[in-house]
Nanobody, 116 residues
Framework: QVQLVESGGGLVQPGGSLRLSCAAS????????RGWYRQAPGKQRELVAN???????NYADSVKGRFTISRDNAKNTVYLQMTSLKPEDTAVYYC??????????WGQGTQVTVSS
């Protein structure tokens, strides 16, 4: 069974940086897009960024200019480089792979806390 394994979360001060990684443990065929979502306490899960196969990245307005999504197709891995972090970026971050067959694979989530 394919699993998405995230890493890189943690505690960082405002203005700091973190890099999240998400790797698939097995082969997933027909990947349409890879993305990152986040969910803060008491809020709905929201899209942070995604990158479709053969397309350009998309970002939530709140993270444009600060976060960068990238992928390594050979490693079946997606990354999220986060800079100029703000307390409002505090959330559990999830990666998601979607396929042409409308399947969705989610990671287990990694906590990002921005606090002084």
């Amino acid at each position: 069974q394919v699993q998405l394994v995230e890493s890189g979360g943690g505690l960082v001060q405002p203005g700091g940086s973190l890099r999240l990684s998400c790797a698939a443990s097995g082969s997933i065929s027909g990947i349409l897009a890879r993305g990152w979502y986040r969910q803060a306490p008491g809020k709905q899960r929201e899209l942070v960024a995604n990158i479709p196969i053969g397309g350009s990245p998309n970002y939530a307005d709140s993270v444009k200019g600060r976060f960068t999504i990238s992928r390594d197709n050979a490693k079946n891995t997606v990354y999220l480089q986060m800079t100029s972090l703000k307390p409002e970026d505090t959330a559990v971050y999830y990666c998601k792979f979607t396929t042409l067959q409308s399947l969705a694979y989610w990671g287990q989530g990694t906590q990002v806390t921005v606090s002084s």
